[in-house]
């Protein structure tokens, strides 16, 4: 939450300018290429309190308008993500061999910690449709949602409600990450209220706990858990 409440600092554009001129001038100090010029980026971000790889987008932009690499005015985050993504696409060896330290050694962004992100998900979808499938409640999975012209689904669409501690559940969507104010904000912009607004009331599972203080939109249909619920807590409709 710290580095996305800082963020906007970090991208002032004399903030930018002044984070490139250091990291020149380190890197000139260190000779260009030896061995202890391969963390430089990495030790420059852990200085400002910065993620490794944001760090990095910084100093990647800056290379790439110094360099003339992009069109003047032009913002260059696709051929910053590229490059993000690729480090050997980077037409500067050490810069390279930099900003792929930064990407090994960042466990909160970058295409490494995504896919890292990505599995963990995947193993918490699992694990919540087992917790269903347990019950005997029937569903239809975000792919089964998705053929049937759905475009944004949840996890798990119920095809018969359930009641969990008095509030009506018609889908579950599960997050394999904690709930700050930043991301479930978004969440509810982004997916939350949109199935509410399709399936009607439902449940988000945030398994890594969230700040209880944003459990506020039950009555509107949206209820907050740590955990799957336990069996005692759930009503359970037969289907007809």
Request: aromatic letters at 10%; a negative charge; proline letters at 5%.
């Amino acid at each position: 939450v710290k580095t996305k409440r800082s963020h906007w600092s970090h991208r002032k554009p004399e903030t930018m300018s002044e984070y490139y001129r250091r990291y020149l001038a380190a890197r000139e100090r260190k000779g260009g290429g030896g061995d202890d010029s391969m963390e430089l980026i990495l030790e420059m971000s852990q200085q400002v309190s910065l993620s490794p790889t944001l760090f990095a987008r910084i100093i990647l932009e800056q290379f790439a308008t110094d360099k003339e690499l992009v069109p003047p005015g032009t913002a260059p985050n696709t051929l910053i993500s590229q490059w993000i993504k690729n480090p050997s696409a980077i037409p500067d060896h050490i810069l390279q061999l930099q900003v792929r330290a930064c990407v090994l050694n960042d466990p909160n962004y970058g295409p490494l910690a995504d896919n890292v992100k990505r599995s963990v998900g995947y193993e918490y979808e699992f694990l919540l449709k087992e917790k269903v499938e347990e019950l005997g409640i029937p569903f239809l999975d975000e792919h089964a949602l998705r053929a049937r012209g759905y475009d944004k689904t949840p996890d798990l669409r119920l095809e018969v409600p359930i009641a969990v501690d008095g509030q009506v559940v018609n889908w579950i969507e599960s997050k394999a990450s904690f709930g700050d104010e930043v991301s479930h904000d978004r969440n509810l912009q982004e997916q939350l209220w949109s199935y509410q607004n399709r399936f009607g009331s439902g449940l988000v599972i945030y398994w890594f706990g969230f700040i209880k203080e944003l459990d506020t939109h039950r009555d509107q249909g949206i209820t907050l858990a740590d955990a799957f619920p336990d069996r005692s807590s759930i009503v359970t409709l037969a289907a007809s």
